[in-house]
Nanobody
Framework: VQLQAFGGGLVQAGGSLRLSCAASGRSGSSYVGAWFRQAPGKERDFVAAITSSLSTYYTDSVKGRFTISRDNAKNTLYLQMNSLKPEDTATYYC?????????????????WGQGTQVTVSS
């Protein structure tokens, strides 16, 4: 499975972006999709995940502002980001794992996209 993330860019604080992650290869609906982000000089952190049953999970700092979703027919994972803040600035990575349960651990995901940069100006 290959993942390709895109949709990042430069946006002012309070603005919105939608990230997409397209999967190719032996993909399908029975996987957990997730987004992580990594700010300069910091570790890669969990942002959100969605299971095959469409249960969603978010880190506290993005609850109410970000929405993760998926379109199985298009093999695409999305992250809608609203009310963006400068502290959301990071490289965002999509990830996937063939399992039923989400995880916040990087090591739980077998497949990773290349990352897309999100910069929020104040």
């Amino acid at each position: 499975v290959q993942l390709q993330a895109f949709g990042g860019g430069l946006v002012q604080a309070g603005g919105s972006l939608r990230l997409s992650c397209a999967a190719s290869g032996r993909s399908g609906s029975s996987y957990v999709g997730a987004w992580f982000r990594q700010a300069p000089g910091k570790e890669r952190d969990f942002v959100a995940a969605i299971t095959s049953s469409l249960s969603t999970y978010y880190t506290d700092s993005v609850k109410g502002r970000f929405t993760i979703s998926r379109d199985n027919a298009k093999n695409t994972l999305y992250l809608q980001m609203n009310s963006l803040k400068p502290e959301d600035t990071a490289t965002y990575y999509c990830a996937a794992d063939r399992g039923a349960y989400y995880s916040t651990r990087i090591g739980a995901y077998d497949y990773w996209g290349q990352g897309t940069q999100v910069t929020v100006s104040s």
